[in-house]
């Protein structure tokens, strides 16, 4: 699969960007676990000038921190309806739903998956929508998945080199 072309990543949470297991602490707080590769990617995208989006169906403060912290702008947190809202984001962000990358994992996601032009799910994805998408990922969600994208999303728009040349000194 050729991800040339994505202006804009958007993405599931639970089951994708964490590996789906829900933590609560006793006092009944929920906790959750994400990948630094995946945030690390997170942060290239969106320094080379593309757009992450978060679309969930659960909301929490441990989203907001996380996604604060990379720097994410668009997070829609309770959303029952990810197919309505992502005409939504695509409209405000003035990028063609054909442009977007959506990674899913479950049924809830399918609206959206049918809309995008680059539908993705992680391998460990229910088995129902793994034949619904063009790329399933080798890792599973929470486990690099995200990252295993956007590399590919990176190398595939020629922004590889320039993510990379983020991280080197430079000439004086």
């Known amino acids: 699969m050729n991800f040339k072309g994505v202006k804009a990543l958007i993405l599931d949470v639970d089951g994708v960007l964490t590996d ?3 933590y609560y602490t006793q006092a009944g707080e929920e906790l ?6 995946d945030g690390s990617g997170i942060r290239l995208l969106l320094k080379v000038g593309i757009e ?4 969930t169906g659960k ?3 441990a989203l907001d921190a996380r996604f604060k912290e990379l720097g994410i702008k668009h997070l829609y947190k309770n959303v ?3 197919g309505r809202v992502l005409e939504k984001v695509s409209s405000k962000l003035n990028i063609p739903l054909e442009k977007m990358c959506f990674i899913a994992d479950d049924l809830i996601d399918l609206p959206a998956l049918k809309k995008v032009g680059f539908p993705v799910c992680v391998a460990d994805s229910d088995p129902y929508i793994l034949d619904k998408v063009v790329y399933v990922t080798e890792n599973l969600a929470g486990h690099g998945a995200v990252r295993e994208v956007i590399n590919k999303i990176l190398k595939d728009n020629q922004l590889f080199e320039k993510a990379i040349a983020l991280y080197l000194p430079h000439a004086e």
């Open 52 to 55: 992450v989006v978060v679309i």
């Open 32 to 37: 959750k676990k994400f990948n630094i590769k």
């Open 20 to 22: 789906g297991s829900l």
């Open 80 to 82: 029952r309806d990810k």
């Open 59 to 61: 909301g929490s403060p």
